[in-house]
């Protein structure tokens, strides 16, 4: 089982990345899956969930919302986070996450497997 995130990189306030995570070895279509980033010296934060299938409920956190989108592609075993108007506070590692339940869920502890991460800095 594995999570592969990408996408991550160095770009200026206001602008844009689209990270990927890519699953293998699990049932893709029957995992909710989950967004959550850590910044240097603070706790891994939730940013946003997806539940399985078609992804009908969807959850943000609040200082994410009307900013990031998250989808998926079950054909390509993907979950995507488009990330719009970035701001220096949202520079961290992020990580994607899969919950085999299928419930979207804010909770670290809900999700049963974890990717490496991939780190996005935002630069004034």
């Known amino acids: 089982v594995q999570l592969q995130a990408s996408g991550g990189g160095l770009v200026q306030t206001g602008g844009s990345l689209r990270l990927s995570c890519a699953a293998s070895?699990?049932?893709?279509?029957?995992?909710?899956m989950g967004w959550f980033r850590q910044a240097p010296g603070k706790e891994r934060d939730f940013v946003a969930a997806i539940s399985r299938g078609t992804g009908t409920t969807k959850y943000y956190a609040d200082s994410v919302k009307g900013r990031f989108t998250i989808s998926r592609d079950n054909s390509k075993n993907t979950v995507y986070l488009q990330m719009n108007i970035l701001k220096t506070e949202d520079t961290a590692v992020y990580y994607c996450a899969a919950d085999r339940t299928g419930l979207a869920s804010r909770r670290p502890n809900a999700y049963d497997t974890w990717g490496r991460g991939t780190l996005v800095t935002v630069s004034s």
């Open positions: 070895g699990l049932a893709f279509n029957n995992q909710a």
